[in-house]
Antibody
Framework: EVQLVESGGGLVQPGRSLKLSCAASGFTFSNYGMAWVCQAPTKGLEWVASISTGGGNTYYRDSVKGRFTISRDNAKNTLYLQMDSLRSEDTATYYC??????????WGQGVMVTVSS | DIQMTQSPSLLSASVGDRVTINCKASQNINKYLNWYQQKLGEAPKLLIYNTNNLQTGIPSRFSGSGSGTDYTLTISSLQPEDFGTYFCFQHNSWPNTFGAGTKLELK
């Protein structure tokens, strides 16, 4: 069974940093691209970033370019999102998702990030 | 970016009803259109991928159709567990984008 479990969320002040993790199991992690998708309170879904199977290719939405870094450790079956220079508009639930040829086919339960002073 | 316009934003229906949700892309997305269901407090779940392919384990009352810029999700006979919010999603072009969602509620 595919499982994705996010961690690392919380309350952080504007301008500070936070690092999210996503532990994957139930599939061969290194064979799949991965992504982060966010959902602001009472809002829709937004793709944030994606990473290729080996980590050599990364993609970001414009609003997070230069502030967020997606990475992965295939030996640990773990996906990361380093979030720097956080803004109030980054407040959202962040989902880790498997990003394959079908789009996002499996999702984690999400982790809440609140950016507030 | 490709804009995905979903309609309606709110749909009230009864158990047993046939319902349709529409999604219109701002440009041709070559059938790279997925549908997701999300229940309150839960992660989205993939229902249909690439317009009309049912994800494993999804009941056959769900179906999808469309081409070019216009796509439809149909639930043939609504069940109590089907209430929630539905999102369309295009993965034809970067950045991949979602529709704003359709909340399906009990009439």
């Amino acid at each position: 069974e595919v499982q994705l479990v996010e961690s690392g969320g919380g309350l952080v002040q504007p301008g500070r940093s936070l690092k999210l993790s996503c532990a994957a199991s139930g599939f061969t992690f290194s064979n799949y691209g991965m992504a982060w998708v966010c959902q602001a309170p009472t809002k829709g879904l937004e793709w944030v970033a994606s990473i290729s199977t080996g980590g050599g290719n990364t993609y970001y939405r414009d609003s997070v370019k230069g502030r967020f870094t997606i990475s992965r450790d295939n030996a640990k079956n773990t996906l990361y999102l380093q979030m720097d220079s956080l803004r109030s508009e980054d407040t959202a639930t962040y989902y880790c998702a498997r990003h394959g040829q079908l789009g996002f086919d499996y999702w984690g339960q999400g982790v809440m990030v609140t950016v507030s002073s | 970016d490709i804009q995905m316009t979903q309609s309606p934003s709110l749909l009230s229906a009864s158990v047993g009803d046939r319902v349709t949700i529409n999604c219109k892309a701002s440009q041709n997305i070559n059938k790279y259109l997925n549908w997701y269901q999300q229940k309150l407090g839960e992660a989205p779940k993939l229902l249909i991928y690439n317009t009309n392919n049912l994800q494993t384990g999804i009941p056959s009352r769900f179906s999808g159709s469309g081409s070019g810029t216009d796509y439809t999700l149909t639930i043939s006979s609504l069940q109590p567990e089907d209430f929630g919010t539905y999102f369309c999603f295009q993965h034809n072009s970067w950045p991949n984008t979602f529709g704003a969602g359709t909340k399906l509620e009990l009439k």
